[in-house]
């Protein structure tokens, strides 16, 4: 999953919902979201200049898992979690010798993989920057390692020098610093397995979901997208039934780990929202409105074509076009997030509240609102506690 460079406004709002108030918040965009129903979580991270979202997103989820069941505030090592996928992605890209990709991309599944392989740390423990760093940039970084692969991938002979892994982590300790293997926690000693152990979290618990028609729903398929390096598996069931286990998540109290399309052209992070808007059709215009539109520049016209300027029709889901948009390369995976919650706007139309990780310096402060259109379009897929599956769903699931 790639992160979507973009400038954030900042803004004058002051974010005032809690966890299940209903709350209108003003807004200068065209909307007014009224909050039905906010679980609790732990503050909005800042990715900054990386693209680790897959990290961000499943930690977070996994901090009001912890909040969720405990009424307790930590804060999960994000450092941690992206050192040991770059070195365990650069084995597995040299075993394939370099067909597969190597970036700093990665699923949401990444998260529960490093938690069972190797455990956790909190970010105070460690926080993966070096040299009085305060935010992550790993542009440098990446590069760098991509071209050290690159190198023994093309040099490879009839036996490979094991040095390489050496110089790999010794290119990571400089960058990111080395991993603790013992640490002192709140006056207790640790190793990362025994602090994740600690920590009221049974990986057993959750699963990947999502909804495509190139594979039989009920079983499990591996997704094919580039950053899915682990080849994890996730369950498949219909779009009706997709949308049916968020609600009953967020009904019940639980975080739901999201990935998904966000390059749309109603994907209007800075101001908010995230709708599947249709594009304005030309050719309906008539009188002084044809005279307006062509007046306008190309720019002016395409931007046109996309303005919202409040609640607006959007474009009708279905299983066919949900398959159609991932067959044809329109939904990408691009962004790792976490739903937290449901509203509605002005006109009574349906949006999840989310989670991000890019700062607090927009209209929200960190989250925004998707509208049930979009979710069910752009969805790749969600992670989520077991027990937030209606029982039903459940048992068509086999588990």
């Given at each position: 999953?790639?992160?979507?460079?973009?400038?954030?406004?900042?803004?004058?709002?002051?974010?005032?919902?809690?966890?299940?108030?209903?709350?209108?918040?003003?807004?200068?965009?065209?909307?007014?979201?009224?909050?039905?129903?906010?679980?609790?979580?732990?503050?909005?991270?800042?990715?900054?200049?990386?693209?680790?979202?897959?990290c961000y997103s499943s930690n977070t989820f996994f901090e009001d898992e912890i909040l969720r069941k405990t009424g307790k505030e930590v804060h999960l090592s994000e450092g941690f979690v992206v050192n040991h996928c770059y070195?365990?992605?650069?084995?597995?890209?040299?075993?394939?010798?370099?067909?597969?990709?190597?970036?700093?991309?990665?699923?949401?599944?990444?998260?529960?993989?490093?938690?069972?392989?190797?455990?956790?740390?909190?970010?105070?423990?460690?926080?993966?920057?070096?040299?009085?760093?305060?935010?992550?940039?790993?542009?440098?970084?990446?590069n760098t390692l991509q071209s050290y692969v690159g190198v023994i991938n093309k040099n490879q002979m009839k036996k490979l020098s094991p040095a390489w892994i050496e110089g790999f982590k010794g290119i990571l300790d400089a960058?990111?610093?080395?991993?603790?293997?013992?640490?002192?926690?709140?006056?207790?000693?640790?190793?990362?397995?025994?602090?994740?152990?600690?920590?009221?979290?049974?990986?057993?618990?959750?699963?990947?979901?999502?909804?495509?028609?190139?594979?039989?729903?009920?079983?499990?398929?591996?997704?094919?997208?580039?950053?899915?390096?682990?080849?994890?598996?996730?369950?498949?069931?219909?779009?009706?039934?997709?949308?049916?286990?968020?609600?009953?998540?967020?009904?019940?109290g639980y975080p739901v780990d999201w990935a998904a399309d966000v390059s749309e052209k109603g994907f209007k992070w800075r101001k908010g929202y995230a709708l599947l808007v249709k594009e304005k059709d030309e050719n309906d215009?008539?009188?002084?409105?044809?005279?307006?539109?062509?007046?306008?520049?190309?720019?002016?016209?395409?931007?046109?074509?996309?303005?919202?300027?409040?609640?607006?029709?959007?474009?009708?889901?279905?299983?066919?076009?949900?398959?159609?948009?991932?067959?044809?390369?329109?939904?990408?995976?691009?962004?790792?997030?976490?739903?937290?919650?449901?509203?509605?706007?002005?006109?009574?139309?349906?949006?999840?509240?989310?989670?991000?990780?890019?700062?607090?310096?927009?209209?929200?402060?960190?989250?925004?609102?998707?509208?049930?259109?979009?979710?069910?379009?752009?969805?790749?897929?969600?992670?989520?506690?077991?027990?937030?599956?209606?029982?039903?769903?459940?048992?068509?699931?086999?588990?």
């Amino acid at each position: 999953m790639k992160k979507l460079f973009m400038t954030m406004l900042a803004a004058g709002v002051v974010f005032g919902a809690m966890a299940d108030d209903k709350v209108v918040i003003p807004d200068s965009t065209g909307f007014k979201f009224t909050d039905v129903k906010v679980i609790k979580t732990t503050p909005v991270k800042d990715q900054n200049k990386s693209g680790t979202c897959w990290c961000y997103s499943s930690n977070t989820f996994f901090e009001d898992e912890i909040l969720r069941k405990t009424g307790k505030e930590v804060h999960l090592s994000e450092g941690f979690v992206v050192n040991h996928c770059y070195l365990d992605k650069a084995i597995k890209y040299i075993r394939m010798d370099g067909r597969i990709n190597f970036a700093e991309g990665g699923s949401g599944l990444d998260v529960p993989y490093v938690w069972e392989t190797y455990g956790m740390v909190p970010n105070e423990v460690y926080t993966g920057m070096t040299y009085g760093d305060k935010k992550f940039a790993t542009a440098e970084l990446t590069n760098t390692l991509q071209s050290y692969v690159g190198v023994i991938n093309k040099n490879q002979m009839k036996k490979l020098s094991p040095a390489w892994i050496e110089g790999f982590k010794g290119i990571l300790d400089a960058y990111m610093g080395k991993l603790p293997e013992t640490f002192v926690y709140e006056g207790k000693t640790y190793t990362p397995k025994s602090y994740a152990a600690s920590l009221p979290i049974n990986l057993n618990d959750y699963i990947s979901i999502t909804s495509f028609t190139h594979h039989p729903f009920y079983k499990p398929f591996m997704m094919e997208v580039a950053d899915n390096w682990l080849w994890g598996s996730y369950q498949n069931v219909p779009l009706d039934e997709l949308k049916a286990i968020v609600d009953n998540a967020i009904d019940k109290g639980y975080p739901v780990d999201w990935a998904a399309d966000v390059s749309e052209k109603g994907f209007k992070w800075r101001k908010g929202y995230a709708l599947l808007v249709k594009e304005k059709d030309e050719n309906d215009l008539t009188g002084t409105d044809r005279e307006r539109w062509e007046q306008l520049s190309d720019k002016d016209r395409e931007e046109q074509k996309w303005e919202i300027k409040g609640p607006c029709p959007e474009q009708e889901v279905t299983q066919e076009s949900r398959q159609l948009g991932f067959d044809n390369k329109e939904t990408t995976d691009d962004h790792g997030m976490v739903i937290v919650g449901r509203a509605v706007d002005q006109e009574g139309n349906k949006y999840y509240k989310v989670q991000n990780s890019w700062d607090t310096n927009q209209l929200y402060h960190g989250f925004f609102y998707v509208s049930e259109a979009y979710f069910l379009a752009k969805t790749i897929d969600i992670y989520v506690n077991k027990e937030a599956i209606p029982a039903n769903i459940a048992k068509k699931m086999g588990i």
